[in-house]
Every structure is written in C-alpha cells, then in structure tokens.
C-alpha cells in the first residue's frame, strides 16, 4: 500500500518531473485566498457604504430631508425589482428546461473503493471482458461524475475493458483536498495512476479525459511518462495542458478581462466559503439557478439532447458540495504541462473540442496543438462545453477510430486497405479558427 509521507532531504518528491519551471511560482494557500476574498469583499462593502453616504449627505445639502425618502425609496424599488426580475429569469429557465432531472440515475453496478496514495477512496466502476488486452479509462470533469460518459458505456468496443471512477471529492468518492505543496492538478493524475495500476496493471490503454479529466490526463504524462509506454491512444474533449489562467475565459469579452482575473484569482476561496454554509442554503432555490449557470457556461442549445445534457450537468452539479472541490478549482487555474505533451507526441491521440465552449477559449487550442504534430482534431459547431453529452454520436465514433488506429494492423499483405472518406470538421493538424471555418464550407459543400 502506497503511504502519504514527507519528504527528506535525500529523496526527490514524487510530483517532480523534469522542466518544471512553470511552476516556480506556486499558487497561494487556500487559507491566504479566504482572506484576500474576505478583504476585498470588506473593501468593496466599505466603499459602497461611503457611497451611498456621500450620495445621502449631497442630496440632504440640495434638498434636505424631504428629499432622502424619496431617493431611499427609489434604491429600494431598483433592488426589489432586479431581485424579482432575477427570480423570474431563474424560474422561467426551469420551466423551460422540464423535468425529471434524474433521466440518468447513478449507476448500481457492483463497484469497487481504490485507495489513494493520501488513503481516499475512489469509487470505480470496471466493465467489459476479463480477458481484455486493452482498457479505457475514463476520467471525468469538476463539479461531474461518472454519469458523465452515460453515452460512452454503451459505445464500448466488445472486445475492451472499460474503467470509470469519480475523481476525489465528486460523485461517491471520499473527500480529499489538493496538497497545496503539490502542483497544478498532479494529485488528481497520482490518484488516475493508481486507477490504472489497480485496474489495469499490464493491459494496453486508451485515456479519455474531459475538462478536468483532460488536464489530468496532461499531468499524468509529466510524473508517470512509464504508463504512456502501455498508452495506445488519447481521447482529450474541452481541455487545455495550460495555462488554464489564459484558457479559461467563462464566455466573457477581453472587455471583462478584470471580472475574469477576479474569478480565477478568488473562485476556489468562493467554493471554500459557501461549502460552509448549510447545504440548504445553497439549495434553496431549488435547480433553476444551477440550470441558469449550466446553461451560460456548458450546455446552451434547446433542442431536446440539449435539454437533456443540460438537466444531468445541472443536477451533478447541484449535487456536489464546492468545499469538496475548492482546492481543485485553485488546481486547475495554476495547471500548466505544456514542457511534456512532448510525451503524447508518438500516440495516436484526438482533441475534440466544442466552438461554442464558455469555459477552455476555442482559440486556446491553436496556441499548443502544433507540439502534437499527429494529432487529430475535431472542431464541433454546434456543441459548449460538455461534448460528450451534447454530440455522444460524434465523441463515440471518434473513440471508436481511435481504439481502431492503436490496434495491430490485421490486414492481408495482398489486399489494399479500402479508402476512408474523412469525416466531416475533423482536421489533422492545428489550424486558425478562420481557416476551420473556412473548411467546414468545403465538406458541407454538396
């Protein structure tokens, strides 16, 4: 059993790896963004109040008393008007999106608990044949589950295995914050590591990760570079190997790029502060403002697979404590393992990304993708964040050919191999998002 201990002064951490130098400046403690949240929100408050005094104190020098009731009342009225009005947005979105918003219930299948090198317990899920030469694991997106990859089960190839666990802190697994002292996401990519030695300790693998899971499998590559010797191939869906801080952009113009340093600056003291709170309080609105938010950041479209998507990202989420997942928030926005995608380089790998995702930047994908020369690289018009979901047809097709092109040629030498037409938005190599555009005109032409 692997043990969680300090390091002495003859032993190299287990997180390190070669070219690390992007982390030379780690990320502040969780103890020290609290108190810059709970300082700038007292500042912000006092200057409000200074404000509003300034501004009753030059209306009682114009017109005196007579003149404060009517202007308290006004500001009373603009406040209970954008409160109504906010309510009414959040229950409107409800209506529209329906219910149940348990279409997909947890799974019962037969499960197994995998400790952590720090003794949290994974819940993991193992499926397909014993006899399986490969195995494909699947790793999940914050405030997600396993529920996630629902669509994928199905698309199984018959003769693999498949492994499905719920990160720390999500799902059924057991609470487990992030070393500060380790970097980025690299507690997540030794709990991945220990997924696999357990599950899958001398099969050929296939990795998929979405969002989180995708930045997961990045770091894995930079402290385990021994199990991408097993790796027959990489599924990445919405994900980025950094820097998540310029990635990361919540939908918003560079116009609002204050609002978005203050997010990722103090969105993992945020989650920290109301997982504090009693649960209910965050619940008490019941689902709309949960579907209001998954609807801006992941899911945006109103057909019924949408809805669909929308309804289960917005329940996993209204599932999850953020004092479970704080620490990973401020994990994600210091990721950064762009020194070792060298490492993904020789393996088939594919990158599929949604063009209306509010949360990894489109755009970010043309800033890495040329250190995966081989890459594939699908472009998906009409899916945000959550493409696995959204475009299940789409994602499983692609996993399929990608569990395809790692397996053995079988082939006859005197048969030519039939001709492929290729499918539609995926490109081979990294492109501008002009000239994918200019090239999903070409193939959609009859």
Excluded at 3 to 10: F, L, R
Excluded at 135 to 142: D, E, L, N, P, Q
Excluded at 198 to 224: D, N, Q, W, Y
Excluded at 370 to 380: I, Q, Y
């Amino acid at each position: 059993m692997q043990e969680w201990h300090s390091v002495t002064a003859n032993e190299s951490p287990w997180w390190l790896s070669e070219n690390d130098q992007q982390y030379a400046r780690r990320r502040p403690s969780m103890a020290r963004q609290v108190l810059g949240l709970l300082g700038l929100s007292f500042g912000a408050g006092a200057a409000a109040l200074i404000a509003l005094g300034g501004a009753a104190y030059v209306l009682f020098r114009i017109g005196g008393k007579e003149a404060l009731l009517p202007a308290g009342i006004g500001v009373a009225a603009v406040v209970l008007t954008g409160g109504a009005l906010a309510l009414g947005l959040v229950y409107v979105n409800s209506l529209s999106c329906g219910s149940p918003y348990d279409q997909i219930p947890k799974s019962e299948r037969l499960a197994r608990q995998i400790q952590t090198r720090d003794r949290v317990l994974l819940r993991t899920e193992v499926e397909g044949p014993a006899n399986a030469t490969r195995t494909i694991v699947f790793a999940h997106g914050i405030c997600n589950d396993m529920r996630a990859w629902h669509f994928q089960r199905a698309a199984i190839p018959a003769d693999c295995r498949a492994v499905f666990y719920d990160a720390r802190g999500h799902g059924r697994s057991g609470n487990g914050k992030l070393d500060n002292n380790v970097p980025g996401l690299r507690v997540l990519a030794d709990d991945l590591a220990t997924v696999i030695d357990k599950c899958a300790p001398t099969r050929e693998l296939v990795l998929v990760g979405h969002s989180m899971g995708g930045m997961t499998i990045f770091a894995l590559a930079a402290i385990r570079p021994d199990i991408f010797a097993r790796v027959r191939g990489v599924l990445i869906l919405d994900a980025t190997p950094g820097p998540a801080k310029d990635a990361v952009w919540f939908g918003l113009s560079w116009i609002f790029r204050p609002v978005v340093w203050l997010i990722q600056k103090y969105a993992a003291a945020v989650a920290r502060l109301s997982g504090l709170l009693p649960a209910f309080t965050l619940r008490i609105l019941g689902m709309g403002p949960y579907l209001l938010a998954m609807r801006w950041l992941a899911v945006a479209g109103n057909d019924s697979v949408d809805l669909t998507a929308r309804r289960l990202t917005a329940r996993m989420v209204y599932e999850s404590n953020p004092r479970r997942y704080a620490s990973h928030i401020a994990g994600i926005f210091e990721h950064d393992e762009r020194p070792h995608l060298r490492r993904l380089a020789p393996i088939p790998t594919t990158i599929i990304a949604g063009e209306k995702d509010r949360l990894v930047r489109p755009s970010s994908y043309d800033g890495w993708l040329h250190a995966l020369p081989e890459a594939r690289f699908v472009s998906v018009p009409d899916s945000g964040h959550m493409t696995m979901l959204v475009r299940a047809d789409l994602v499983n097709r692609e996993l399929e050919l990608l569990v395809d092109r790692g397996r053995p040629a079988a082939i006859p030498a005197d048969t030519a191999p039939a001709e492929q037409a290729p499918a539609a938005l995926a490109l081979p190599l990294p492109v501008s998002s002009a000239v994918r555009w200019m090239y999903r005109q070409i193939v959609s032409t009859p």
